[in-house]
């Protein structure tokens, strides 16, 4: 009962958030502090992608085959934001390790400065050509006429999608994760309380289809926006956040664009393989592609927690090389990953037991539900080397070294995953499963690569 109380107590701490110094103490408690905050921050974000194909599922699968062609080259927004987030988290985290929390501060705000004028070319390019990308995806004529406003919509709102993750990053390299996590709670509230009220229609507010979904997502990435600068002006923390220091700074500012464009290729790498495998994917049928977008929303859902783990792992790195402790960090990395190994082995033994009664419940369509449930029992099974990897990885991030990582997602994904998912859905299988193999065979050789370099040690070395 003693134990039951500690770890309620703990639980408590580290939604209720603090200011804590990871270079010192208990590890394990740094990493649990850190982890949990973390993690319901990656399950609100999943819940965004959740909540949007369970309500336009209901619109049949030619509005869910938007949602998917949309939201695979919108992932090159997220490997933006998120690149520029470990550029964040990792100036910020090596920052507050040396105690210099006013170069800190100017850090994050740089990093803010940066972002607005990165979305702005992404809005125009999006809303000008959404049509070009639909078509590039495979879409019909038809589908792009019905459904391009969805796609200009969350192309024109990517700032509110930038700056969410990038402050996010602020928040996580400051040690103060539950920022982070409100700020994904409120925007989900809000989200869920759209979605359906801006599709459907109620009372006097009109139906409006697809298109309610992306302007309910929106706004509620944006309330979200709203929480975390009034966090950051307003009710302050560790650090001090001040307009003035959004005056650019060349000098920092370069060393962002070096840390952050790095990053942002890393994880235009690793999301460009799912891009050409959807892509793949429209080759067969509607029903594929809305089964494999069904599954691949669920798997995503499960992952991101993992995500938030290994996003501890990258700030304790961070903070200890800033506070010259390069052991502290490396144990950090190991026993998170424990952490990440056991969650990994409970969620893909959770989809070969109730996938099918989830998926029963995402979507009506037996075609899709089909494509849905291969997706997640074939998929699952290279969770744990997705963990394994994404903790690695994201220890290099934290470290400041974004290049390694960008290299062995060049070399898992690339070079080996791409490839055998053409050759085996194309020459050999001849049908989506083949994807799905790739996909597991490919994660257990990029885990093994993050592995190795891991180990190597290089990463202690790198200067920020």
């Known amino acids: 009962m003693l134990k039951l109380k500690r770890y309620f107590s703990l639980f408590s701490e580290a939604v209720a958030g603090s200011e804590q110094d990871y270079t010192v103490g208990s590890i394990r408690r740094a990493v649990i502090l850190l982890a949990i905050p973390m993690i319901l921050e990656m399950m609100m974000e999943s819940v965004f992608a959740l909540v949007d194909i369970y309500f336009v599922g209901k619109l049949g699968n030619a509005a869910v085959d938007t949602v998917a062609y949309t939201e695979s080259i919108l992932s090159i927004v997220y490997s933006i934001a998120m690149g520029f987030s470990m550029a964040a988290t990792a100036l910020v985290a090596r920052r507050v390790g040396e105690k210099n929390y006013k170069e800190a501060a100017h ?3 740089q990093i803010i400065l940066f972002a607005f004028f990165v979305s702005l070319i992404i809005s125009a390019v999006g809303i000008t050509f959404a049509g070009s990308i639909l078509h590039f995806m495979g879409a019909s004529d038809r589908m792009i006429a019905e459904n391009i406003r969805y796609t200009q919509i969350m192309y024109g709102g990517n700032l509110v999608i930038m700056l969410l993750f990038l402050i996010n990053g602020i928040f996580r390299g400051a040690g103060d994760a539950s920022i982070a996590m409100w700020a994904l709670w409120i925007s989900n509230i809000f989200n869920i309380i759209l979605c359906p009220l801006l599709i459907y229609g109620l009372g006097p507010i009109p139906g409006l289809g697809i298109k309610g979904a992306a302007i309910a997502t929106t706004i509620g990435r944006g309330i979200g926006v709203l929480y975390q600068l009034y966090r950051l002006f307003i009710r302050k923390g560790l650090l001090s956040f001040y307009l003035s220091q959004l005056k650019p700074h060349k000098e920092l500012l370069m060393q962002i664009i070096s840390l952050g464009s790095t990053g942002a ?3 235009i790498v690793s ?10 994917m429209s080759g067969f049928h509607e029903a594929a592609v809305a089964g494999y977008q069904i599954a691949i929303r669920l798997l995503i859902f499960f992952l991101l927690p993992a995500w938030g783990m290994s996003n501890a792992a990258a700030t304790l790195t961070g903070q200890n090389l800033g506070a010259g402790q390069p052991d502290r960090a490396e144990k950090s990395v190991w026993i998170t990953a424990g952490y990440v190994t056991v969650f990994m082995v409970a969620v893909s033994l959770f989809f070969f037991l109730f996938g099918t009664p989830v998926v029963n419940f995402m979507n009506t369509d037996p075609g899709a539900r089909h494509y849905a449930i291969q997706t997640l029992q074939i998929v699952s099974l290279s969770y ?7 903790v690695m990885l994201n220890a290099f991030n934290g470290a400041g070294d974004t290049r390694t990582p960008t290299l062995v997602y060049f070399v898992g994904y690339w070079l080996f995953q791409i490839p055998l998912a053409w050759v085996l859905s194309q020459y050999y299988i001849r049908e989506p499963k083949g994807i799905f193999i790739a996909i597991v065979i490919s994660q257990f050789v990029t885990a093994l690569l993050a592995y190795y370099l891991f180990k190597r040690g290089k990463w202690k070395m790198i200067k920020v």
């Open 265 to 267: 290729v890393q994880f």
């Open 384 to 390: 744990i080397f997705f963990g394994v990897e994404m």
């Open 107 to 109: 850090s994050g705000m």
């Open 271 to 280: 999301s460009g393989s799912w891009i050409f495998l959807t892509r793949l």
